[in-house]
């Protein structure tokens, strides 16, 4: 798929719910695609976010010196339209703030997702750039977490399953719902019931509105 294809799809994503999405996975046998409710976005009012997976795994490693280079290189690799996908046992950690997030962007990151921590969070918000992450911490990853791979499958804590496989490329669906992961070889078909789905909901709101019972609707659509 093209840069343009690319952009075009991942713009879709984003005039879509995540609940419409982990509808239509479920439909297809893919029931546990979402993350655990404790993925939350900084700041709250950051708004939804959706860009291909390119996942950086790390983990927590005393060192000494300034600074993790390849934090650096694996940053330094991100593409337009991707989101950043941050895993390793970095518990009480910030994997990042305020200056990766802007050397991110930069780049035309459009998101971050980490199963870890995030500080810097006001600085990031005057950035506009979204990021979903289980906790904030004040508490830097220099000298006690490092980066250990990038570009290869990570695991994220689930909501229906203990963990979810994130592998580069997957598309990263995220709002005030939740988070979803769609497969990439899935992310076509997923998109068009997704639109056909979310073109039959903005149906019934009208109908209700204008006085249609929920038994009328539900016998004319069935249950969205």
């Known amino acids: 798929m093209g840069l343009a294809d690319r952009a075009a799809l991942r713009e879709r994503y984003l005039k879509v719910d995540t609940a419409t999405v982990a509808d239509v996975l479920d439909t297809l046998g893919l029931p546990d695609q979402g993350l655990a409710s404790t993925f939350t976005p900084f700041p709250a009012d950051c708004g939804r976010m959706a860009g291909w997976a390119y996942t950086i795994r790390g983990q927590m490693t005393p060192y000494e010196g300034g600074g993790d280079p390849d934090k650096m290189k694996a940053v330094d690799g991100v593409s337009p339209g991707e989101i950043t996908v941050w895993s390793g046992d970095g518990e009480g950690i910030c994997y990042f703030g ?35 992450a289980r906790y904030r911490t004040p508490v830097q990853s220099i000298g006690r977490w490092k980066v250990t791979g990038w570009q ?28 979803i992961i769609v497969p990439a070889a899935q992310c076509e078909r997923v998109i068009g019931e997704a639109e056909r789905l979310t073109a039959t909901e903005v149906n ?21």
């Open 98 to 132: 305020e200056l990766i997030a802007l050397g991110m962007q930069t780049r035309g990151c459009v998101g971050a997702l980490l199963d870890g921590g995030l500080r810097d969070i006001q600085w990031i918000a005057r950035q506009k750039f979204p990021v979903y």
């Open 152 to 179: 290869l499958p990570v695991y994220m804590a689930g909501a229906t399953a203990a963990r979810v496989a994130v592998h580069p490329g997957d598309l990263v669906h995220a709002d005030v719902d939740g988070v």
């Open 204 to 224: 019934i709101r009208k109908e209700l509105d204008a006085g249609a019972t929920l038994a009328d609707v539900l016998n004319k659509y069935g249950h969205v």
